[in-house]
């Protein structure tokens, strides 16, 4: 609904704007940065697919369109 309105609305300056978003589910186990990481995934996948979309990882992990991957949220320090 938010990506909806989002587009409909006529901003005063700028005219249309629209949003693409990625999300992904919270686990037990998560680090800030591995959730961080799988969103942002998700949200280039929408921006890579036409922009101005909602997308899932998990379900873009489900349906194949993207890879999971074990590396999410790792740090390497040297």
């Known amino acids: 609904r938010f990506r909806l309105q989002m ?3 006529r901003f005063p300056q700028v005219g249309r704007v629209t949003a693409s978003v ?12 591995a959730a961080f990481e799988r969103a942002d995934r998700a949200v280039y996948h929408a921006k890579e697919s036409g922009r101005n979309q909602v997308q899932c990882h998990e379900s873009l992990i489900e ?16």
């Open 7 to 9: 587009e409909a609305f």
């Open 22 to 33: 990625g999300f992904t589910e919270l686990l037990s186990v998560d680090t800030g940065t």
């Open 63 to 78: 349906s194949g369109a993207l890879e999971d991957s074990e590396k999410l949220g790792e740090i390497e320090l040297f």
